[in-house]
């Protein structure tokens, strides 16, 4: 693989098509919490909304899953370039549709533009806030990609997201 080799999953723009993005909140649990997923003018891609802890809630969620497998291989690391809130998200990928666990890892915003360099080995599986003991994300493939905020609070968020990549 030639060094500085990456791959874009999505480089959002004013024309992204973002349908096949699916907003998960948790009201299939019986929350409260509603998110959104839109474009901006400026052609990035918003997940925003609220997140209630009402009715044993807590969580919203935004995700893709890619029509075909994603050979990932060649790649160690994910690169999102994104302008958060200050408030802490989620990222999260699942290897195969089947799979019931995600791997995640979490990561702070600073109400800035920055870019935030995760290693595919650090995604650990977790399923419904709970780390499992299995091994960490091994690579492989990639099915779906999901950004989910969840910090045990009432709060408002707003996450922009320019790029997700793969290097």
Same mark, same amino acid.
């Given at each position: 693989?030639?060094?500085?080799?990456? @791959?874009?999953?999505?480089?959002?723009?004013?024309? &992204?098509?973002?349908?096949?993005?699916?907003?998960?909140?948790?009201?299939?649990?019986?929350?409260?919490?509603?998110?959104? $997923?839109?474009?901006?003018?400026?052609?990035?891609?918003?997940?925003?909304?609220?997140?209630?802890?009402? *009715?044993?809630?807590?969580?919203?969620?935004?995700?893709?899953?890619?029509?075909? !497998?994603?050979?990932?291989?060649?790649? &160690?690391?994910?690169?999102?370039?994104?302008?958060?809130?200050?408030?802490?998200?989620?990222?999260? @990928?699942?290897? *195969?549709?089947?799979?019931?666990?995600?791997?995640?890892?979490?990561?702070?915003?600073?109400?800035?533009?920055?870019?935030?360099?995760?290693?595919?080995?650090?995604?650990?599986?977790?399923?419904?806030?709970?780390?499992?003991? !299995?091994? *960490?994300?091994?690579?492989? &493939?990639?099915?779906?990609?999901? $950004?989910?905020?969840?910090?045990?609070?009432?709060?408002?968020?707003?996450?922009?997201?320019?790029?997700?990549?793969? $290097?």
């Amino acid at each position: 693989m030639p060094i500085g080799s990456s @791959i874009a999953l999505f480089d959002f723009t004013s024309d &992204s098509e973002i349908n096949n993005w699916r907003v998960v909140d948790d009201v299939v649990m019986g929350g409260r919490s509603s998110g959104n $997923f839109s474009l901006t003018e400026d052609g990035h891609a918003k997940f925003s909304g609220n997140v209630s802890l009402e *009715n044993n809630g807590g969580f919203s969620s935004v995700r893709y899953g890619f029509p075909n !497998q994603v050979d990932v291989e060649k790649y &160690s690391k994910v690169r999102l370039k994104v302008k958060g809130d200050g408030k802490n998200y989620q990222f999260r @990928i699942k290897a *195969n549709s089947r799979d019931y666990y995600s791997y995640i890892t979490s990561f702070e915003t600073n109400g800035e533009w920055e870019e935030i360099v995760i290693k595919l080995k650090d995604l650990y599986p977790s399923w419904r806030g709970r780390e499992l003991d !299995q091994p *960490n994300y091994a690579g492989g &493939s990639l099915k779906e990609v999901t $950004f989910l905020i969840a910090n045990y609070k009432n709060e408002s968020f707003e996450l922009l997201i320019d790029k997700i990549e793969l $290097f």
